[in-house]
Nanobody
C-alpha cells in the first residue's frame, strides 16, 4: 500500500497563495490516481481536485467552484502531487488531505470512499 506525506500548509492572508505537496512511497506512483480533499471541523470531507494516473492520461479534475484558482499537478519522477492554491479565501481554511488509488474509476473520482490511501493532512488557514 502506498504511503503519503503532505507538506506546505500554513497561515496565509486572503488573496495569498500556497503550494501543497504530497510525496508517495511504496507503490508504482505513475499508476495511481491522486487527489486532494479538504475538511473543516464538523463537516464531511470535500473533494478539491484529482489527477489520474497514466492509464487515464494524467487528466485533472476539479471541484467546479475551485476551478481557476487551484491547480493540481504531478511529477512522476519525484512521486509527488502538488496543489497550487491561488487567490485564497477565508472559506478555503481546512485540513487538506492527499489521497491515492490505483483502481479508482472515473465516475468515483470525486468520492473519498474510492481512495484507499490517505496522508495525515496539512492545515491551511486563511486569515487576515
Amino acid at each position: 500500500q502506498v504511503q503519503l506525506v503532505e507538506s506546505g500548509g500554513g497561515l496565509v492572508q486572503p488573496g495569498g497563495e500556497l503550494r501543497l505537496s504530497c510525496v508517495a512511497s511504496g507503490g508504482n506512483f505513475p499508476d495511481y490516481s491522486m487527489a486532494w480533499f479538504r475538511q473543516t471541523s464538523g463537516k464531511e470531507r470535500e473533494f478539491v481536485a484529482a489527477i489520474r494516473g497514466r492509464s487515464g492520461g494524467n487528466r485533472s479534475y476539479y471541484q467546479d467552484s475551485l476551478k481557476g484558482r487551484f491547480v493540481i499537478s504531478r511529477d512522476n519522477a519525484k512521486s509527488t502531487v502538488n496543489l497550487q492554491m491561488n487567490n485564497l479565501e477565508i472559506e478555503d481554511t481546512a485540513v487538506y488531505y492527499c489521497a491515492a488509488s490505483r483502481t479508482i474509476i472515473l465516475s468515483n473520482l470525486r468520492n473519498d470512499r474510492g481512495y484507499g490511501a490517505w496522508g495525515q493532512g496539512t492545515q491551511v488557514t486563511v486569515s487576515s
